[in-house]
């Protein structure tokens, strides 16, 4: 990397930033312009900002820039999604608090990201273990469980035994916690859940309002939702035991009941637990199961295990079924009990060969009537198939019309209800550790759950805590867990559980509109700044975190504290792709991998890449960057060396958005290149004076057909192709005959165009051109649209099928004019040797077809 004498970044990047602040440009109020609300997900302070992040902020940032230009009253904000396990850990690897490394890590990445020039609006800045952030959510919490929507209840969860607390799912990996190693069992514990699935139906017909967001995430969203149409059914037990005369099953394949071989229910399920009172192997089993995952994939992938109770139970189609205990069946999922179709499930096929139970076809594919051996058939609902004696009568139809016609057969035989039901669970946001927001109750021996008195909040954290003890210290501190009872005055203890971080962030959105509120929004700025416009950030986070964003913008507006608009909190929804690098990667004595910054190697002139000290190095390309693989790029780096704008440009214009990026350091050589180019043109243009001439409209048409361009780039989210453009118009300008006067106009528009992307230089080539006031507050250019008329027209010319030549003619020649002109072409002539064409066909305004 060299830095350039005559482009001065670092004082041009300097200059500019300085003066944005000094004017106060990015600061957002309510005005009487229309609003437009941009927003990036906010980061984790993880420790460093790498060259992925800039380019999701870029994006913002385009946008931002190119809205306030386009006259809207802009917010732009950031902030920190700053709770969660990570710091708690770095805590207890570091004898340090979760508080200290935060905050820390913020302000190094804050350091990181103001040099990028970002259009943001830092008076705005919070993080969300900010006490008062995090009391206001306190705050929204006691609403929402006011109004129904918080509630407490036993719950089966992944409990790790030796750091004593709850892992969400993605803590689990391969059975064990991903700090301590210990297996995980599921442990029944009394939570907090938000009512979520109460709102199902609306979360999912709102998706259709959603115009705006990328089909995938929509169709991942209603996955996960899960709505389906199924039967509400009780299989009667062949004899009633510990008070329970049969088992009730909810099945979205009623249609398969016919092949129904067992039952099986959850250990959790109650009749389960009453037979384990009594049974001590099956208490034991119900124990080891406990040791597996909670999550249907982890099930899925767990050795199917069961316990046969000895208990039978009538099929109305006629028969007993044995009931079964099994690992695989969830508590939480419908009624804790299934019907096994082992024909049609692979699941319960692998359970039936594992136990000898009966394998019983419910039907056969239209052309091919063998039956199920080891693959369980189980073809799309759409699909039409054979019946093998279906309950309603049917012989071929589709699984969805089968599953409707035993529906209505089961109501009218009186042995089962048509219901539909959704996927989606309640969220379960209990988490015993302490870096997160503490629920804000009481419990009191009198009293029960007391709601803490919102003159107390926040309920702050206390500093003084350790993590030389296993759990969560919120449980052993004494002076912070025991406290008055709000109702009575007793002596009562506080919930020591925090908030599943996912609640930080579900809301951040709408506490920008009025981050220094007492209350948790302010209505009048909500009614004013809400929806987001264009919310920007990672495909990865395309269910959980929006749908409880989705699910707390209902909820703020049921408690008030948002506009009945505000339903849907994004109106726009943009996912981004990464930005990968090379991973250098060598192994040591036992073979194990050692990975090497990219500063660390060096390309051999034979592309070889090696250490500094000749060691050859194995190359993974484009990988996504990792701290941990060691293929990060710092952007402080980059900046150093080229200037915020190379950055920028850099990661906008390689590639579509949404796509992947790879990261060159030949990549950004050149974009700083072309960079340093625009500024000499920019001062040769300002020290050069020529007298208007001909090629004056030339350059008027190229520049309303860059703005026209570069414009729809923006709009559709094609930076790279607004990029495309902005190279091609300054190749265009550099090369112009046109007058002096003619040229600055012409530079003047090509900062403005740049301006989203390149801020610094563009702000440097608007000044240097005599452009008024800032760049970045210039109205956005329009392109006339009597330029982007076309007097002539390109037209390829094929000979003999093959296109060989090009010709430009007026638009409005007639065919006889084109003919004469493609006749002098020097290809033709070629091809033609002296003679004359077979056939010569102008295709008006599109081909003109020789053959020879």
């Not at 702050?460 to 004494?478: A, E, I, K, M, S």
Request: glycine letters at 8%; charged letters at 25%.
């Amino acid at each position: 990397m060299t830095a350039d004498t005559t482009y001065d970044t670092a004082a041009i990047d300097a200059k500019w930033q300085d003066a944005w602040d000094r004017a106060g440009l990015f600061r957002a109020a309510r005005g009487d312009a229309p609003k437009y609300y941009v927003l990036e997900m906010f980061p984790y302070p993880s420790g460093r900002i790498h060259i992925g992040h800039v380019r999701n902020y870029a994006m913002g940032d385009v946008i931002a820039r190119y809205k306030m230009a386009r006259g809207f009253n802009v917010l732009h904000p950031m902030g920190w999604d700053a709770f969660g396990m990570p710091a708690e850990n770095a805590a207890m690897a570091s004898g340090g608090h979760p508080k200290d490394w935060t905050y820390q890590n913020i302000d190094v990445m804050r350091g990181q990201m103001k040099p990028l020039g970002l259009s943001i609006d830092w008076s705005r800045e919070f993080a969300t273990c900010d006490p008062e952030y995090y009391g206001q959510q306190q705050a929204l919490f006691l609403d929402m469980l006011e109004a129904g929507l918080v509630y407490r209840k036993q719950a089966t969860v992944n409990w790790d035994p030796v750091d004593m607390t709850v892992l969400a799912n993605e803590q689990v990996e391969n059975g064990r916690g991903w700090r301590s190693g210990a297996e995980v069992e599921r442990r029944e514990l009394t939570q907090w859940f938000f009512r979520i699935s109460d709102m199902a139906e609306d979360l999912l017909d709102g998706l259709g309002d959603l115009k705006d967001w990328p089909e995938k995430v929509r169709l991942m969203q209603e996955n996960w939702i899960g709505r389906s149409r199924g039967l509400q059914m009780t299989f009667p037990l062949s004899r009633p035991a510990h008070g329970h005369d049969g088992i009730e099953v909810y099945t979205t394949r009623p249609d398969t009941l016919r092949g129904a071989s067992f039952v099986a229910i959850a250990p959790e399920h109650p009749l389960a637990r009453a037979l384990a009172e009594a049974d001590p192997d099956l208490a034991q089993f119900a124990v080891d199961v406990r040791r597996g995952g909670t999550t249907e994939e982890a099930l899925e992938k767990a050795e199917k295990r069961g316990y046969d109770t000895g208990l039978t139970v009538q099929n109305p189609l006629g028969g007993a079924l044995p009931v079964w205990v099994a690992n695989f069946v969830l508590m939480d999922y419908g009624t804790g009990a299934i019907f096994g179709c082992p024909a049609h499930d692979q699941r319960d096929l692998d359970f039936a060969r594992k136990y000898g139970l009966p394998v019983i076809d419910t039907f056969v594919a239209t052309d091919d009537d063998s039956r199920v051996a080891e693959t369980a058939f189980v073809p799309p609902k759409s699909e039409p198939v054979r019946w093998i004696d279906q309950p309603a009568g049917l012989d071929v139809a589709t699984g969805q019309e089968a599953i409707e016609a035993t529906i209505d057969w089961a109501e009218a035989q009186g042995i089962g209800t048509g219901r539909t039901q959704y996927r989606l669970r309640d969220w379960g946001l209990s988490r015993q550790r302490y870096w997160g927001c503490p629920i804000p109750v009481v419990h009191c021996p009198d009293c029960g759950v007391v709601p803490e008195r919102k003159e107390n909040l926040p309920v702050r954290l206390p500093d003084d805590v350790t993590f030389d003890v296993p759990g969560n210290p919120l449980d052993r501190h004494p002076t912070w867990r025991d406290t008055a009872c709000p109702s009575c005055g007793a002596a009562a203890r506080r919930e020591t559980d925090t908030m599943d971080t996912f609640v930080d962030s579900s809301w951040y959105y709408a506490r920008f509109t009025a981050p220094h509120a007492d209350t948790p929004t302010v209505m009048a700025d909500a009614d004013y700044w809400m929806n987001v416009d264009q919310y920007i950030g990672g495909v990865e986070h395309a269910i959980l975190h929006l749908l409880y964003s989705r699910f707390f913008a209902r909820a703020m507006k049921v408690t008030g504290h948002l506009p009945d608009k505000a339903r849907e909190p994004f109106n726009a929804l943009f996912t981004q792709g990464m930005v990968t690098h090379a991973i250098y990667m060598t192994r040591d004595g036992r073979g194990r991998a050692v990975y090497h910054l990219p500063e660390d190697t060096v390309a051999k002139p034979d592309g070889l890449r090696v250490l500094r000290d000749g060691t050859e190095v194995e190359v993974i390309p484009s990988a996504k960057m990792s701290k941990s693989k060691k293929n990060v790029v710092d952007p402080q780096d980059i900046i150093a060396a080229y200037g915020a704008d190379t950055a920028r440009w850099f990661v906008l214009s390689d590639s579509p958005p949404e796509r992947d990026v790879e990261w060159t350091a030949a990549g950004a050589d050149a974009a700083h290149k072309h960079l340093r180019r625009v500024h000499r043109l920019a001062g040769d243009i300002a020290r050069a004076d020529r007298p208007a001439n001909a090629a004056d409209a030339d350059l008027a048409r190229a520049t309303a057909r860059a703005t026209l361009e570069v414009t729809e780039g923006i709009e559709g989210f094609a930076f790279n192709k607004s990029v495309a453009k902005l190279y091609e118009f300054a190749a265009t300008l550099g090369r112009s005959d046109a007058g002096g006067d003619a040229r600055r106009a012409a530079m003047r528009v090509l900062a403005q165009l740049m301006a989203p992307m390149t801020p610094h230089l563009a702000e440097e080539v608007w000044q240097m051109m005599g452009g008024e006031g800032f760049v970045v507050r210039a109205p956005w250019p329009e392109a006339d649209p009597a330029l982007l008329v076309e007097d002539s027209v390109t037209l390829p010319i094929q000979i003999n099928g093959k296109r060989k030549s090009e010709i430009s003619v007026p638009r409005d020649m007639d065919a006889a004019g084109v003919e004469a002109l493609v006749l002098q072409d020097a290809a033709v002539l070629r091809a033609l040797n002296g003679g004359a064409p077979r056939k010569l066909i102008v295709v008006p305004g599109r081909i003109v077809n020789v053959v020879a």
